[in-house]
């Protein structure tokens, strides 16, 4: 668990080191809206005007500055093994082993009176990226594919309802 003043401070930062290329994906729900950051996907959620987690490449950053406004997140990797290093701006350092087959749930973030709780989660999961977030709760998202989340407050065209 990070501290009060580690839980505010900088970015925690998540990272994939391997020799291999990875695909990084991020549930979250902040600031009341759940949503997902999905590979081929270059973003900041829960909007632009307000990026309290942010998905690049093979990284994802969590804004702890506005830790307030964040309930929690689920880091995701599919690869072929390799470590998810995470990091915070106080140095504190967690390497999470990546089981290479199938959708890795690496990481999971919880805010709790303030400080953010991180568990290594380091399971191996079956199915869609839709399939996992849904499993762990993440179900106020739309997708427009088993792996293609639509932005947060998106209304799906088959659907018909805002999300």
């Known amino acids: 668990m990070?501290?009060?003043?580690?839980?505010?401070?900088?970015?925690l930062q998540c990272r994939v080191?391997?020799?291999?290329?990875?695909?990084?994906a991020v549930a979250y729900e902040a600031r009341g809206v759940q949503?997902?950051?999905a590979p081929g996907q270059t973003g900041h959620g829960p909007d632009p005007a307000h990026p309290r987690v942010s998905r690049w490449d093979d990284r994802i950053s969590i804004d702890l500055g506005h830790v307030d406004e964040l309930t929690r997140f689920a880091v995701m990797v599919r690869s072929t093994g390799?470590?998810?290093?995470?990091?915070t701006a106080t140095d504190a350092r967690i390497d999470v082993e990546l089981g290479g087959e199938g959708l890795d749930l690496a990481l999971t973030g919880h805010v709790v009176h303030g400080c953010l709780v991180l568990r290594a989660e380091g399971r191996t999961l079956s199915g869609s990226l839709r399939d996992a977030t849904t499993a762990y709760g993440y179900d106020d998202v739309a997708w427009a594919a088993p792996d293609t989340p639509l932005p947060p407050h998106h209304t799906h065209p088959h659907e018909g309802i805002s999300r």
């Open 2 to 11: 990070l501290g009060r003043a580690a839980s505010g401070l900088g970015a």
């Open 17 to 24: 080191v391997s020799s291999e290329a990875a695909q990084v």
């Open 35 to 37: 949503g997902v950051l």
């Open 82 to 87: 390799g470590t998810l290093v995470t990091t």
